[in-house]
């Protein structure tokens, strides 16, 4: 009897797994990362399903959240994650990044800074905001006047004049994404073997990113945003009063 209750106890177990399996939520489909030159591609149809392509398993738990997924800097390809999200923006990006240095995020965010559809608010701190990529988007903002492309810069600090540490953004109202993640290679854990970690010159951080949709954190993130946009928007203006007001006028005149 003992045996026999054994074997229907391992039958039940090894069918549980089996259903458990079954129930595995998966991609149906694979698509590149990047989209930025594919205007079919958008966020309307999002969905978290789409990156669990990007996780170690290639799958999510039966029981993961349908509205938020945490990974894992190391282990899931964020690199990836975080160019499928933000080079399918068609609409809007609010964006606040502490760190902001890999090559591949800035050619996608420049691609939308000068595409007058999108309404983008970046904001940067002012302690890192010397960098080369930093550099490249307040340049183009001086070339271009870019916030006649609706694209608004600014750099600064928080509140009470401490670093602006925010890490993340909302993408087209849809999708939001944060985290402890720097955008650089060791920040994401940019792979430098196709599709796993690990490999000669890998370097990888303690960090996590998590992507979610759901409605009120969307909300409330991008309000957040948009604070901390204008507290850094208005500690700039404090040290350089209406010099863009300035500026204008001067073309004005000499026009």
Do not use: C
Not at 58 to 69: L, P, Q
Not at 73 to 89: A, E, M, P, Q
Not at 143 to 152: S, Y
Not at 167 to 194: H, I, L, M, P, Q
Request: charged share 25%; hydrophobic share 35%.
């Amino acid at each position: 009897m003992i045996g026999g209750a054994n074997g229907r106890d391992a039958g039940i177990i090894e069918g549980g797994a089996a259903m458990a399996r079954a129930r595995t939520r998966r991609p149906t489909t694979r698509s590149a990362s990047n989209a930025v030159k594919d205007s079919s591609q958008s966020l309307q149809g999002f969905d978290l399903l789409d990156l669990a392509q990007y996780t170690q398993e290639k799958a999510y738990s039966a029981t993961a959240s349908k509205d938020f997924h945490l990974f894992f800097v190391g282990r899931d390809d964020v690199h990836d994650i975080l160019k499928y999200v933000l080079s399918r923006v068609r609409v809007s990006l609010y964006l606040n990044m502490f760190g902001y240095d890999d090559e591949e995020l800035n050619a996608i965010l420049m691609a939308k800074v000068l595409d007058p559809n999108v309404t983008m608010l970046i904001t940067l701190d002012k302690s890192q905001a010397g960098g080369k990529h930093e550099k490249a988007l307040l340049d183009a903002d001086r070339q271009h006047e870019l916030a006649a492309f609706n694209t608004h810069f600014a750099i600064g600090q928080s509140s009470t004049h401490q670093i602006s540490h925010t890490k993340g953004f909302v993408a087209d109202g849809v999708v939001g994404g944060e985290g402890s993640v720097n955008w650089s290679a060791a920040g994401e854990g940019t792979f430098v073997v196709t599709g796993t970690p690990g490999g000669r010159g890998y370097k990888a951080q303690n960090n996590t990113q998590t992507i979610f949709t759901d409605a009120d954190s969307v909300k409330r993130f991008q309000a957040e945003l948009i604070a901390e946009h204008m507290v850094a928007q208005n500690q700039q203006e404090q040290i350089t009063p209406n010099a863009r007001r300035r500026q204008r006028r001067l073309r004005v005149a000499k026009g």
